[in-house]
């Protein structure tokens, strides 16, 4: 079953095709970083607009580079939940109108499945069930996956998400957006014991997150450094602050592995391209015996070929929609 796929929840726009949810034919990313970096962050309204200048554009590439037509697909699948609203909705209704025109089933993918779903282009013998850690932009959950399509929620942030941490953290230290990147390439340089960042948990929720305490004494440090005239190490707070991150990631991750006695784990979402993130949960795993599935760099953040993944899964439980389907800024992954 060959899958068409949309992705436009945030600042890339998306196309792909995809081969019974595991194969890529092709993948096509439109980024609007550059335009949204002279910002500091997503600009919803530009967002939206940029989405629906270059999508009719994208879905011609995706088929033109998986050597098809039309008359190949089987079946439209787009990103419909979380998002940007107005960035959704760009993707929903090309879909839904591409799906109308020829006849072809809608399959409605929430971003999160879609996240998880990218090790299953990269790891052919990975199947569920297994424990996921879903780190990204907007979200920092604890996942169970059950089976293709459902999930149960262990734990999640209860302020900020790692990404979002990462990229304030990024724009203190005079980083370009998203600064994830910048953080994890400034670290490797630096010191990761030079300040005893805290590493906060959330009382009675051991799988919980909170990530807003970390990020506040990042900028707490570097703006009484800067009331003093004194210099900093950008490399040693990068270095400081990352290593923060990963122990408070790795540390709900692991234990909530260990009490649901997890065998294979998951990592999912922009903020697993991180280097030390997966040197940590990778040695860990190594000692402990578990499996461990990462998705390639090129997956871990959005795409449309991890939303084709998913789609072809969604489509075998008879997860379609139809004319009627909406787009939802806030949605459960379950
Ligand atoms: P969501 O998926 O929650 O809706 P999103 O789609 O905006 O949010 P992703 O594309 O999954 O998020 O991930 C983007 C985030 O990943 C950004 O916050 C970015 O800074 C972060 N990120 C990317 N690469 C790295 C890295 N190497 N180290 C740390 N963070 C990173
Ligand atoms: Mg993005
Ligand atoms: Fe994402």
Redesign the pocket.
Known sequence: MNILAFES????TAAAVVRDGREVLSSVIASQVETHRLYGGVVPEIASRQHVEVIAQLCAQALEEAGCTLDAIDAVAVTYA??LIGALLVGVNFAKGLALARGLPLIPVH??RG?IAANYLAHPNLTPPFLCLVA????SHIVQADDYTHFTVLGRTRDD?A??A??KAARALGFPY????A??RAAQSGNPDAIRFPRPQVNGAPYDYSFSGLKTAVLNYVHNAAQKGEAICKEDVAASFQAAVVDMLAHGFLLAAADTASTTLVLA???V???ALRRRIENDCAASGRRLYLPPLAL???NAAMIGAQAYYEYQAGHTAGADLNACANMEIG
Do not use: Q, W
């Open positions: 929840s945030c600042d890339e979380p998002g971003h999160l996240h990204s932009g907007g979200h998400a990404g979002e990462f990229d998203p600064g994830g990147v953080i994890d979402g922009g903020v391209a991180n280097t871990c953040g959005d």
